[in-house]
């Protein structure tokens, strides 16, 4: 009997011993982890921007006289960017013919940007160099030039359209007196360096187009923009200021009536 007792308490001791052991894991489990809040060391990582892209695609095309310049660029960097395409030109005797401007595009990281271009330069003859650039962020980056042997636009006929244009602090809209039969080509020529202005296509059955810019205070007041169809093409001249005042509602007024009548 005693025998008996003697296994049976030896086995309660022992379970008893578990239950300590195991209450007290669970306590120095408990008043570790909230030591662990009390005295964290906040532990920051710090992850590197990278600004990095690449062209994965580039190709030209003529459109009678003019350029037309496509590229896709992939941002493979960690940052957004607005981001430009832009070429310059350059006759045979490295002579600038010009910046050309595609519109600002916003290429988020993993995303690919799609840019368009026109090239157009007025009675010229010969050959001409293009020498791709993109901006994006604070990066600049040139490309591989490009050289087409012939370019002619010395023969164009004048288009036959009239053109008027409004002036914005922001953009130029160009207005037609009729609604076009094909798509025309609006190419600023020669536009200063530090001056953004792309070039556009306006399409068919269309009465306008917005043209953006952006253009340093007290730069030149002036720029011609050559309108084309690739075959027949005329000059317009867009004089700049460089204050505006706010319009009152009386000129408001006259503007609208003036649209239409």
Same mark, same amino acid.
């Given at each position: 009997?005693?025998?008996?007792?003697?296994?049976?308490?030896?086995?309660?001791?022992?379970?008893?011993?578990?239950?300590?052991?195991?209450?007290?894991?669970?306590?120095?489990?408990?008043?570790?982890?909230?030591?662990?809040?009390?005295?964290?060391?906040?532990?920051?990582?710090?992850?590197?921007?990278?600004?990095?892209?690449?062209?994965? /695609?580039?190709? %030209?095309?003529? !459109?009678?006289?003019? $350029?037309?310049?496509?590229?896709?660029?992939?941002? *493979?960097?960690? #940052?957004?960017?607005?981001?430009?395409?832009?070429?310059?030109?350059?006759?045979?005797?490295?002579?600038?013919?010009?910046?050309?401007?595609?519109?600002?595009?916003?290429?988020?990281?993993?995303?690919?940007?799609?840019?368009?271009?026109?090239?157009?330069?007025?009675?010229?003859?010969?050959?001409?160099?293009?020498?791709?650039?993109?901006?994006?962020?604070?990066?600049?980056?040139?490309?591989?030039?490009?050289?087409?042997?012939?370019?002619?636009?010395?023969?164009?006929?004048?288009?036959?359209?009239?053109?008027? /244009?409004?002036? %914005?602090?922001? !953009?130029?809209?160009? $207005?037609?007196?009729?609604?076009?039969?094909?798509? *025309?080509?609006? #190419?600023?020529?020669?536009?200063?360096?530090?001056?953004?202005?792309?070039?556009?296509?306006?399409?068919?059955?269309?009465?306008?187009?917005?043209?953006?810019?952006?253009?340093?205070?007290?730069?030149?007041?002036?720029?011609?923009?050559?309108?084309?169809?690739?075959?027949?093409?005329?000059?317009?001249?867009?004089?700049?200021?460089?204050?505006?005042?706010?319009?009152?509602?009386?000129?408001?007024?006259?503007?609208?009536?003036?649209?239409?009548?």
């Amino acid at each position: 009997m005693g025998e008996i007792c003697y296994q049976s308490c030896r086995r309660v001791l022992a379970k008893g011993d578990r239950v300590k052991k195991l209450f007290l894991a669970l306590t120095i489990i408990f008043i570790g982890s909230t030591l662990m809040d009390v005295f964290a060391i906040p532990v920051l990582v710090n992850i590197k921007e990278s600004l990095t892209g690449h062209f994965s /695609y580039f190709n %030209y095309t003529f !459109k009678g006289e003019v $350029l037309e310049l496509y590229a896709v660029w992939e941002n *493979i960097g960690s #940052v957004t960017c607005d981001t430009y395409f832009m070429v310059k030109a350059y006759d045979s005797l490295n002579t600038s013919l010009g910046y050309f401007w595609s519109e600002k595009v916003n290429a988020p990281p993993g995303k690919a940007a799609n840019f368009k271009l026109y090239v157009f330069i007025p009675n010229y003859n010969g050959s001409i160099t293009l020498i791709p650039r993109l901006y994006y962020c604070n990066e600049i980056e040139d490309y591989s030039s490009l050289t087409i042997e012939k370019y002619n636009s010395t023969f164009m006929h004048p288009l036959p359209l009239n053109i008027t /244009y409004e002036l %914005y602090p922001d !953009k130029i809209v160009f $207005l037609f007196n009729e609604s076009l039969k094909k798509e *025309i080509y609006v #190419v600023p020529v020669k536009q200063p360096p530090g001056w953004i202005i792309p070039s556009t296509a306006a399409p068919v059955f269309s009465k306008q187009v917005a043209v953006s810019y952006y253009r340093p205070k007290n730069s030149y007041k002036s720029l011609n923009f050559y309108f084309t169809d690739g075959y027949s093409g005329r000059a317009i001249t867009v004089y700049f200021k460089d204050e505006w005042e706010k319009e009152s509602l009386w000129q408001k007024l006259l503007s609208f009536l003036k649209k239409l009548f």
